[in-house]
């Protein structure tokens, strides 16, 4: 049954991923729910919690409001929060209850645009999904907002998708000729995500910013590569797995393919996947697919939790996913872009 | 008096027992204490199936696999279509569960379901899918769990009524003489009187905190009395006394003397008649120690915290904070003292939104926290670390508590280390 996980965890949700990609840009993030989508958030799936503000929130919804479909407390908890904590935008995100009583969320927003005077968006989230459709859907709705057009900066380059939930530990390595204008979005900045639409190339580090890349390309004409151009290497059907994150997977796999000549085929676990494998690659959805097709597997490389589902007579490479196994193995998590760090022929 | 809508008030301009406005809510990282997985997890043998979307799903999982029980708990994940057509939930539901038992290497005993807050918004007939599942397990015993925080504001708190359907599954006992102390999940520590004072008098002890084996907490109705010391359990632990016709007495550890005195009177046994006096010596010794640096303390540390405000205060020490967001009705005496006695200690919130300013204590005064919570606020790394009051009581769990403020004032803690980690006392393989 693919509802089923008997041991296997779930990833980090699409309301921690809306919450940690628009962690460090100033505005105040407010989850309509009862209680413990803060705390999940906080405690397994974000790095920043303790150190770092944020000004990210829950309602506290209670059962008679959701019934009701009270808005009004919601609505005025927001521009009171807003008065004494001065966020620089305000963004909310849904929860199964309003998603389920059909919360106006985008006439909300414009009434707290009316009564703050700060920009209020709507980002689409209802629980029920993974951090790539929550983080993709936050960096996506934040574009069309508060994106404008601007001048170019030759050689201008934006890193989009690079949350700690994917890129922990990575350091982007910018390439020659090519000068950072932002990075979406961690060690980042509102001032600096602004910058966006003065990049001549957006370069895809996770499926989480492939969207707001196709908006910049047909808004403000942002082409925009995959990185690695991970694609362009081709790579053979085999029975050597990389479990995880699909770009992340298939960078790895790629740069395994150009240092070793071995196949790697990718198995997305994860939601967003469209334009983002290669023929050889598949998608699995719940622990019995991603069992089955790991039930051949030579070499898997992944998270250590899929080890927990891997065919004993596998060799399990680890490559920790911070979405995955949180604060389990987060000492163990590597520079993705450093294939020596996590890979080495046996 | 209208209730505060800022992040801290003066007691005694405080409204009792909710002295702030609800609002937005932050939440601070500090995680000691327990929650349904660590809670559920107290019955051996059990396993714990969730049936929720994704991201509800993510903090209950992430919790077992931290404690490495990854094992015992499973998980049914819903999607839209299960809110889309009639039946379909309970379908998921009961499908999902057997689906899951039917793999397990055997199949357990105990086995706590829990439904979510959209299980009840969609009107899922809860009792049909208990009856389904007993027909098709009916080897297990199943505890009727909840996973529904909407809940929680206007009534009980999902953990409260967990407890209430663990002990649901007890059985009745005889009377063999004994205690059971029951609804606390903090094991009975060796200071504490109740358990000090009851093996002087050669009875015996159940303790449900130290549940090793499923027999053991089948046998937790064999006794004559209940004791339950904490203010979460009580719902539970009332509901069974009166099940199985045991008395029942609610105990949590208080600083209070008289209190304590007749306290252990109600359950048969004679306080120490030198315990007021070495708790004053203790305090006095303690005093001259920490002198005036400013202590604060949060809720999650001892169920009385406004009783430990007082008894502190009382005797000189210089409690600035009290980090609570309501206050226990059942502390209303100690309220009104410290009203009355030492009006300007500061009552602080720990979800208002203020709250995520980090709290850093940039003067060079050592401040002592009790509690996690207090110890992130007031940005210290001394601090006591403790929840539910420890498993002590009485004037020895009084002595003890003195002396772990003694070790927290002089051995500084990696706060940020210890605090965000889950289920204090519980197994964790961070």
Same mark, same amino acid.
């Not at chain 2, 500090?30 to 969730?50: D, L, M, S």
């Given at each position: ?22 962690? $460090? ?87 707290? $645009? ?14 029920? +999904? ?47 000729? *090519? ?59 085999? +029975? ?57 597997? $030579? ?30 193995? *987060? ?16 | ?28 990282? =500090? ?177 449900? =905190? ?98 430990? =405000? ?97 070790? =927290? ?22």
């Amino acid at each position: 049954m693919k509802k089923a996980y008997k041991i296997l965890p779930v990833y980090t949700g699409d309301v921690s991923g809306f919450a940690s990609a628009l962690y $460090e840009l100033g505005g105040m993030l407010v989850i309509h729910d009862p209680s413990g989508c803060n705390s999940t958030y906080n405690t397994h799936d974000e790095v920043r919690w303790y150190r770092q503000e944020a000004l990210i929130y829950i309602s506290g919804l209670n059962d008679i409001d959701a019934i009701t479909g009270n808005d009004d407390k919601f609505i005025n908890d927001i521009v009171r929060a807003a008065e004494d904590m001065k966020p620089r935008f305000i963004a909310l995100a849904n929860s199964p209850l309003p998603y389920l009583n059909g919360t106006d969320f985008k006439g909300i927003s414009r009434i707290v $645009e009316d009564r703050t005077g700060l920009s209020c968006f709507y980002v689409q989230t209802n629980a029920m +999904h993974d951090y790539t459709k929550g983080a993709s859907e936050a960096y996506l709705a934040f574009a069309k907002k508060m994106l404008k057009k601007a001048d170019k900066i030759k050689g201008g380059i934006n890193i989009l998708g690079a949350t700690p939930l994917d890129h922990v530990n990575t350091e982007f390595v910018i390439p020659e000729g *090519r000068t950072l204008v932002s990075n979406w979005s961690y060690k980042t900045s509102l001032d600096e995500v602004l910058k966006a639409p003065q990049a001549e190339l957006n370069l895809v580090v996770s499926s989480t910013g492939l969207a707001a890349a196709k908006y910049m390309k047909s808004e403000f004409g942002i082409p925009y590569e995959l990185i690695g151009n991970y694609l362009d290497v081709k790579r053979e059907k085999s +029975h050597n797995y990389i479990v995880g994150e699909p770009v992340i997977s298939g960078y790895a796999a790629a740069a395994i393919k150009k240092q070793y000549g071995t196949d790697f085929n990718v198995i997305a676990t994860t939601e967003i996947t469209d334009g983002l494998l290669s023929e050889c690659d598949m998608k699995c959805h719940g622990e019995d697919e991603i069992r089955q097709a790991l039930s051949d597997a $030579e070499v898997i490389i992944g998270d250590p939790m899929f080890e927990l589902i891997s065919p004993k007579s596998a060799r399990f490479v680890r490559l920790p996913h911070f979405a995955m196994s949180g604060r389990l193995f *987060r000492k163990e998590i590597p520079d993705i872009m450093r294939l020596e760090d996590y890979y080495h022929e046996p | 008096m209208p209730t505060s809508s800022d992040d801290r008030i003066r007691i005694a301009e405080a409204q009792f027992p909710k002295p702030f406005t609800g609002g937005l809510e932050f939440n601070a990282p =500090a995680h000691g204490t327990w929650n349904i997985v660590h809670i559920g997890f107290k019955i051996p043998r059990a396993h714990q199936i969730y049936i929720c979307a994704d991201n509800c799903m993510r903090g209950v999982v992430m919790t077992a696999a931290e404690m490495g029980e990854l094992s015992r708990f499973s998980s049914v994940i819903l999607e839209e279509d299960d809110m889309v057509f009639a039946g379909r939930l309970e379908e998921s539901t009961i499908e999902g569960v057997t689906d899951v038992l039917n793999s397990l290497p055997e199949v357990p005993p105990v086995v706590i379901v829990f439904p979510v807050c959209v299980h009840k918004f969609m009107g899922c007939d809860i009792n049909f899918i208990y009856d389904e599942l007993s027909k098709r397990f009916p080897d297990v015993k199943f505890v009727r769990g909840f996973m529904d925080p909407v809940m929680q504001k206007r009534g009980t708190t999902p953990d409260q009524r967990l407890r209430k359907a663990m002990f649901d599954i007890i059985p009745e006992g005889e009377k063999d003489g004994s205690v059971t102390v029951i609804g606390c999940d903090m094991p009975l520590s060796e200071d504490n009187d109740i358990r000090i004072l009851l093996e002087a008098k050669g009875i015996k002890i159940r303790d449900e =905190a130290a549940c090793r084996t499923l027999e053991d907490y089948y046998a937790l109705g064999c006794c004559d009395r209940l004791v339950c010391s904490y203010p979460a359990g009580l719902l539970g632990t009332t509901a069974l006394a009166k099940r199985i016709d045991k008395p029942l007495t609610y105990i949590p550890f208080t600083f209070g003397y008289d209190a304590i005195d007749s306290d252990l009177k109600e359950i048969g046994v004679t306080p120490d008649p030198d315990g007021r006096t070495s708790c004053d010596k203790a305090a006095s010794d303690l005093k001259m120690l920490i002198g005036d640096n400013e202590i604060a303390i949060d809720y999650t540390a001892v169920p009385r915290p406004l009783s430990l =405000a007082r008894f502190l205060i009382s005797r000189g020490f210089n409690v600035k904070k009290i980090y609570l967001d309501a206050i226990d009705p059942d502390e209303k005496e100690d309220f009104e003292w410290l009203v009355s006695n030492a009006p300007d200690t500061m009552l602080c919130a720990t979800m208002h939104v203020k709250g995520r300013r980090l709290g850093k204590n940039e003067s060079d005064e050592k401040i002592l926290a009790i509690g996690q919570k207090a110890a992130w606020f007031e940005g210290t790394e001394y601090f006591v670390n403790m929840i539910e009051g420890g498993g002590l009581y009485g004037y020895a769990g009084i002595k003890a508590f003195l002396k772990l403020m003694e070790d =927290a004032f002089i051995v500084p803690k990696d706060t940020e280390d210890i605090i965000p980690r889950k289920g204090l006392g519980c197994c964790c393989v961070l």
